[in-house]
T-cell receptor, first 114, second 112 residues
Framework: DGGITQSPKYLFRKEGQNVTLSCEQN?????MYWYRQDPGQGLRLIYY???????QKGDIAEGYSVSREKKESFPLTVTSAQKNPTAFYLC?????????????FGPGTRLLVL | KQEVTQIPAALSVPEGENLVLNCSFT??????LQWFRQDPGKGLTSLLL?????REQTSGRLNASLDKSSGRSTLYIAASQPGDSATYLC???????????FGKGTKLSVKP
């Protein structure tokens, strides 16, 4: 049963704390992406990765970090430098990064600040 | 800078009605355009992808058209059902790397 999984479904962050959101895919896709969605807003790209051990900043990378040590995993860390982290975070993947391919999305993680 | 706009922001229709959702973009130099569906608190599901060389794509009761020169796309839903209730997002592909730029979505409610 192929797909993208994200965990946890809900995550709570305290002031000054770093938290990591998990994204795993078993679709054998090369490219992976992280988006942030705020209420009533479209998705905004945080980071993307075309291949293992390579990643690029998107439009709103400040306060976030990623790693891509394995093809199937692309974790996102929300650091204490991100002053407004409350949002819905979506991970996606595609066969390869290119203009012909659609992206497949995970179920999302909702991050809340305590 | 590419901007994607979706009108209306919300739409409520009775079951069985045919409806049209609109998407416009400011830069006609796109590679493709995609329509997605998002249920509350869930991820996105791809509905249709239209390549820049195509004029329309169809899947079941859904038909999407693309007019690059005018910077517009429409998503036509025939014989709407309550199960169609969701937010519909339009996205265009930016540059050769395939990164997407999204509109804010149209929230559709189909009343039984």
């Amino acid at each position: 049963d192929g797909g993208i999984t994200q965990s946890p479904k809900y995550l709570f962050r305290k002031e000054g704390q770093n938290v990591t959101l998990s994204c795993e895919q078993n679709l054998n896709h090369d490219a992976m992406y992280w988006y942030r969605q705020d209420p009533g807003q479209g998705l905004r790209l945080i980071y993307y990765s075309q291949i293992v051990n390579d990643f690029q900043k998107g439009d709103i990378a400040e306060g976030y970090s990623v790693s891509r040590e394995k093809k199937e995993s692309f974790p996102l860390t929300v650091t204490s430098a991100q002053k407004n982290p409350t949002a819905f975070y979506l991970c996606a993947s595609s066969i390869e990064q290119g203009i012909q391919e659609t992206q497949y999305f995970g179920p999302g993680t909702r991050l809340l600040v305590l | 800078k590419q901007e994607v706009t979706q009108i209306p922001a919300a739409l409520s229709v009775p079951e069985g009605e045919n409806l049209v959702l609109n998407c416009s973009f400011t830069d006609s130099a796109i590679y493709n355009l995609q329509w997605f569906r998002q249920d509350p608190g869930k991820g996105l599901t791809s509905l249709l992808l239209i390549q820049s060389s195509q004029r329309e794509q169809t899947s079941g009761r859904l038909n999407a058209s693309l007019d690059k020169s005018s910077g517009r796309s429409t998503l036509y839903i025939a014989a709407s059902q309550p199960g169609d209730s969701a937010t519909y997002l339009c996205a265009v592909t930016r540059g050769s790397q395939g990164n997407l730029i999204f509109g804010k979505g149209t929230k559709l409610s189909v009343k039984p």
